[in-house]
């Protein structure tokens, strides 16, 4: 497995190079970034860590980035930090997903601890994500008329009701269906839905775009 890395968010340099000093004391591997682009350029999703983030900073804020991190499917922890932190913005950190949120400044022992436990969480959760990454990033790579299919094989359609649907034969939708598994390494179409379900959730049962974001 890769070395956990801690992904240090912050327009502030002094706050980059305190925090970072602080977790390489007690060898935890991290990476700085003084801005969103920055960071999103180097993220890896399939290496375990965590994301301590700015909330404030110029350009795109830490909340945007959470945002953004959401509709990506990514399942990065994100720990906040704010000097200029309030109830109702820790409460908005928290329901998108966030696992702590920090006060500047913050205790150093607090966060260490925190930082601690979230890599150790993120370490014994990354086998799975890892594999939901590498689904998603596959489905991506699907031709245009395989995603027709495979949208219309997570409704339940059998192949006859999808060639009628897309105007093609059934030969040619058991051709894009065979290729479909194969590609996302499935051995039959109760695997397919379940590895798809377990890469983007739910709702893609329900009609959502598995391409979205």
Request: proline share 5%; with cysteine; charged share 25%.
């Amino acid at each position: 497995m890769d070395r956990p890395v801690v992904y240090i968010v912050d327009d502030d340099e002094g706050a980059r190079t305190s925090l970072a000093w602080l977790l390489n004391s007690v060898s935890i591997h991290t990476e700085c970034h003084a801005g969103a682009a920055a960071f999103l350029e180097a993220y890896d999703p399939l290496r375990p860590g965590c994301l301590v983030l700015d909330v404030r900073m110029p350009g795109i804020g830490g909340f945007q980035l959470q945002e953004h991190l959401n509709a990506t499917g990514s399942e990065l922890p994100i720990i906040f930090v704010s000097g200029h932190g309030d109830i109702p913005m820790s409460v908005r950190a928290l329901q998108n997903g966030a696992v702590d949120f920090f006060a500047k400044p913050y205790d150093p022992q607090r966060m260490l601890e925190r930082v601690q436990l979230t890599l150790r969480t993120a370490q014994a959760r990354h086998p799975e994500r890892a594999r939901r990454a590498r689904l998603r990033e596959t489905i991506k790579l699907l031709s245009p008329r395989e995603r027709e299919v495979l949208d219309r094989m997570l409704r339940g359609h059998v192949s006859k009701v999808i060639a009628r649907d897309l105007n093609i034969s059934a030969r040619t939708v058991d051709v894009h269906r065979a290729s479909i598994k194969g590609k996302l390494g499935c051995q039959g179409s109760a695997g397919l839905i379940r590895d798809v379900v377990l890469a983007f959730g739910t709702d893609i049962l329900y009609g959502a775009d598995p391409l979205k974001g």
